[in-house]
Nanobody, 126 residues
């Protein structure tokens, strides 16, 4: 059974950093495409950072380029989203997602992914 669990969200001041974790069970995370998404109140869920099944291609949302990065710990079957230089517009619920299908060039759209975590709240505020 595929399961994804996000953690690491919280309250941070503008300019600060957070590192989110997405722990997987039921499959080997390093063999599958992974996407990080976020959804702010009243807005649609948007792709933040998505990596291909072979980890060779990464999509970055325009608003997070140069500030967000993904890393993996295969031993823990976990991926991380490092978020730096946070601003109030980064406030949202953050989700990780994966898919059973091979993704070589991620478009980082919601319909590209089959399995979702429950989300973790990130609030950027002074």
């Amino acid at each position: 059974q595929v399961r994804l669990v996000e953690s690491g969200g919280g309250l941070v001041q503008p300019g600060g950093s957070l590192k989110l974790a997405c722990a997987a069970s039921g499959f080997a995370l390093d063999e599958y495409a992974i996407g990080w998404f976020r959804q702010a109140p009243g807005k649609e869920r948007e792709g933040v950072l998505c990596i291909s099944s072979n980890s060779r291609n990464t999509y970055y949302g325009d608003s997070v380029k140069g500030r967000f990065a993904l890393s993996r710990d295969n031993a823990k079957n976990t991926v991380y989203l490092q978020m730096d230089a946070l601003n109030t517009e980064d406030t949202a619920v953050y989700y990780c997602a994966t898919t059973q299908f091979i993704v070589l060039t991620p478009a980082c759209t919601v319909d590209e992914y089959d399995y979702w975590g429950q989300g973790t709240q990130v609030t950027v505020s002074s």
